[in-house]
């Protein structure tokens, strides 16, 4: 007795030359829409070239049970067949028993096994499905799709193997695919170009390069479009004063771009400063941060150590001599020479007034917290005498949070006033010294 079974219907659809139970063809339409489960209308195929044009190498014809849960039935045909040369042609299924079934029409794109993203293999994006299809008789061929003939919807641009636009670059190797929206590879993409050219507190001189970086705890500028993305983050130390660039590659260029100084850990440290972009050449970014753009004050001490001329900082006993330094004037000004009222005081609380001269200190001396940017440090090296020794040949520039390895050097006044003369013979001088007619000790020639 024989028991019809489905496998031995489909393994003997093709020895036994039983007619095919649907015939389909198809046409290709555009990559399916974002969002979209079905392919817009198209016309129908007339050549291979609208297959080629769009990628599609094959069309797979599966046939699966009615609930789409096992595939029975697969053929794959080229996308355009030679049977579609035929405008009426199709291509042939299975014999299939009576019963309902679903057919898939599958897309392949032409380069196949290369398909990105991985998890749809090497197939087209969509898959066509044709639900419901009912065989009657197994002995008469239908025709799929009712005189209209399903969609196999093309792969996108940027997965279709093809170079679209011509450029040289075929998908995620076309900037376009890379940085536009991803859909096509003619998006026009250009390089832009922002040149920063930051700068503190009104562009004070003495708040440059590294030095000021560390005084305002600002560790990079950070570049970000106005979708708030980073375009770069040059390190202070670069650009603080100086200039840096900002290069990348967009679809869109940003209307505007910001500018935040930021601390190290990421922590802004000022708002950010807007700057319109330029389309079409370079962006020149040459922002001010003032004191008022800092989110917290900036408020710091700077310390500094003397160093007296041939090399000592011993206060107390400055040169190879007999010369004692008993006090020192020091005076801190504003980072344009201009006097600060009250003056600046040490971290103990003592003015650095220039008119009350200090003990000669016999450490380094750490200012109060001073919360603005640049300053210049003047000081004066006196004899018991109350005579000048030694002064700074010009101000030395200081900011706050500037650390203690910060040197303030005094040169030596010359002819030196009588109190400040350091031998009057050779045995006053240290060896391999001699008493100078000026009555200092200088190295033996
Ligand atoms: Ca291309
Ligand atoms: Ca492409």
Same mark, same amino acid.
């Given at each position: 007795?024989?028991?019809?079974?489905?496998?031995a219907?489909l393994?003997?659809?093709?020895?036994?030359?039983?007619?095919?139970?649907?015939?389909?063809?198809?046409?290709?339409?555009?990559?399916?829409?974002?969002?979209?489960?079905?392919?817009?209308?198209?016309?129908?195929?007339?050549?291979?070239? =609208?297959?080629?044009?769009?990628?599609?190498?094959?069309?797979?014809?599966?046939?699966?049970?009615?609930?789409?849960?096992?595939?029975?039935?697969?053929?794959?045909?080229?996308?355009?067949?030679a049977?579609?040369?035929?405008?009426?042609?199709?291509?042939?299924g299975?014999?299939?028993?009576?019963?309902?079934?679903?057919?898939?029409?599958q897309?392949?794109?032409?380069?196949?096994?290369?398909?990105d993203?991985?998890?749809?293999?090497?197939?087209?994006?969509?898959?066509?499905?044709?639900?419901?299809?009912?065989i009657? =008789? /197994?002995?008469?061929?239908?025709?799929?799709?009712?005189? %209209?003939?399903?969609?196999?919807?093309?792969?996108? &641009?940027?997965?279709?193997g093809?170079?679209?636009?011509g450029?040289?670059?075929?998908?995620?190797?076309?900037?376009?695919?890379?940085?536009? !929206?991803?859909t096509?590879?003619?998006?026009?993409?250009?390089?832009?170009?922002?040149?920063?050219?930051p700068?503190?507190?009104?562009?004070?001189?003495?708040?440059? #390069?590294?030095?000021?970086?560390?005084?305002?705890?600002?560790?990079?500028?950070?570049?970000?479009?106005?979708?708030?993305?980073?375009?770069?983050?040059?390190?202070?130390?670069? !650009?603080?004063?100086?200039?840096?660039?900002?290069?990348?590659?967009?679809?869109?260029?940003?209307?505007?771009?910001?500018?935040?100084?930021?601390?190290?850990?990421?922590?802004?440290?000022?708002?950010?400063?807007?700057?319109?972009?330029?389309?079409?050449?370079?962006?020149?970014?040459?922002?001010?941060? /003032?004191?008022?753009?800092?989110?917290?004050p900036?408020?710091?001490?700077?310390g500094?150590?003397?160093?007296?001329?041939?090399?000592?900082?011993?206060? !107390?006993?400055?040169?190879?001599?007999?010369?004692?330094?008993?006090?020192?004037?020091?005076?801190?000004?504003?980072?344009?020479?201009? &006097?600060l009222?009250?003056?600046?005081?040490?971290?103990?609380?003592?003015?650095?007034?220039?008119?009350?001269?200090?003990?000669?200190?016999?450490?380094?001396?750490?200012?109060?917290?001073?919360?603005?940017?640049?300053?210049?440090v003047?000081?004066?090296?006196?004899?018991?005498?109350?005579?000048?020794?030694?002064?700074t040949?010009?101000?030395?520039?200081?900011?706050? #949070?500037?650390?203690?390895?910060?040197?303030?050097?005094?040169?030596?006044?010359?002819p030196?006033?009588?109190?400040c003369?350091?031998?009057?013979?050779?045995? %006053?001088?240290?060896?391999?010294?001699?008493?100078?007619?000026?009555?200092?000790?200088?190295?033996?020639?």
């Open positions: 007795m024989r028991r019809p079974s489905l496998l219907a393994a003997c659809a093709a020895a036994c030359a039983e007619p095919p139970s649907f015939t389909v063809r198809w046409r290709v339409g555009e990559p399916l829409a974002d969002g979209a489960t079905e392919p817009a209308d198209a016309p129908p195929l007339a050549a291979p070239y =609208d297959c080629a044009r769009v990628g599609l190498f094959q069309v797979l014809v599966q046939t699966w049970t009615e609930d789409g849960a096992v595939l029975l039935d697969e053929r794959p045909h080229r996308c355009f067949p049977s579609f040369e035929d405008p009426d042609g199709a291509v042939d299975p014999n299939l028993p009576p019963g309902t079934y679903q057919v898939r029409l897309g392949v794109r032409r380069d196949g096994f290369a398909y993203p991985p998890e749809t293999g090497r197939f087209a994006p969509g898959v066509t499905i044709l639900d419901g299809v009912t009657e =008789d /197994a002995q008469a061929t239908i025709r799929l799709g009712d005189g %209209d003939d399903p969609i196999v919807a093309a792969p996108a &641009p940027c997965n279709d093809i170079d679209n636009d450029d040289g670059f075929v998908d995620g190797s076309d900037l376009a695919c890379r940085v536009g !929206a991803g096509s590879e003619d998006d026009p993409t250009r390089i832009l170009q922002v040149r920063l050219e700068t503190f507190f009104g562009d004070n001189p003495n708040l440059t #390069g590294a030095a000021s970086c560390l005084a305002l705890d600002v560790d990079r500028f950070e570049v970000r479009d106005d979708e708030g993305t980073l375009l770069g983050a040059p390190a202070c130390a670069d !650009a603080a004063g100086g200039v840096a660039f900002v290069t990348w590659i967009s679809a869109r260029p940003p209307a505007t771009v910001s500018v935040t100084a930021v601390a190290a850990d990421g922590t802004p440290r000022t708002t950010a400063k807007t700057v319109p972009v330029v389309a079409e050449g370079l962006t020149v970014a040459d922002v001010d941060f /003032a004191d008022t753009d800092f989110l917290e900036v408020v710091a001490p700077f500094f150590a003397l160093r007296f001329e041939g090399g000592s900082s011993d206060c !107390a006993d400055p040169d190879p001599g007999l010369l004692t330094l008993a006090q020192v004037t020091i005076e801190v000004r504003g980072a344009h020479g201009e &006097p009222d009250p003056p600046v005081r040490l971290d103990d609380g003592t003015p650095l007034d220039p008119a009350a001269p200090l003990a000669c200190p016999s450490a380094a001396l750490v200012t109060e917290p001073l919360s603005w940017g640049g300053f210049l003047e000081a004066k090296a006196l004899s018991p005498e109350g005579e000048v020794c030694f002064a040949a010009a101000p030395e520039p200081a900011a706050p #949070g500037t650390p203690i390895a910060f040197v303030v050097d005094l040169a030596r006044v010359v030196p006033p009588p109190s003369r350091t031998c009057q013979e050779d045995d %006053d001088c240290l060896p391999a010294h001699t008493c100078s007619a000026d009555g200092l000790c200088e190295p033996a020639p």
